[in-house]
């Protein structure tokens, strides 16, 4: 799990690599101020031939659509399969502004 470019300012996209080539994944990204605030959800789905997802984008608004503001930020990139197996990873991205 990654996100590049990070630190980005206006636009980054998120990347992630799974074992269920072929079939839907429900993903969910959530991205949170270090203190736990939450400040985006992103929800998507995804199917790839490999082991590879397409990369998700991000603009860097929150959901009410401002821009969030420089500083580092902790986000949560969970994905479920049609199984209903569940994998998630959480990681750091920082804002420059």
Not at 72 to 85: D, M, N, P
């Amino acid at each position: 799990v990654l996100n590049y470019p990070n630190p980005f300012t206006t636009r980054t996209e998120f990347y992630f690599e799974h074992n269920q080539p072929g079939n839907w994944l429900d993903v969910q990204i959530q991205v949170f101020t270090v203190s736990g605030k939450l400040v985006k959800t992103i929800n998507t789905n995804t199917r790839t031939d490999g082991f590879r997802a397409e990369p998700i984008p991000w603009n860097g608004l929150d959901d009410f659509g401002d821009k969030i503001g420089r500083g580092v930020y902790i986000y949560r990139l969970k994905v479920r399969s049609t199984e209903g197996t569940v994998a998630e990873k959480i990681e750091k991205l920082v804002i420059l502004n």
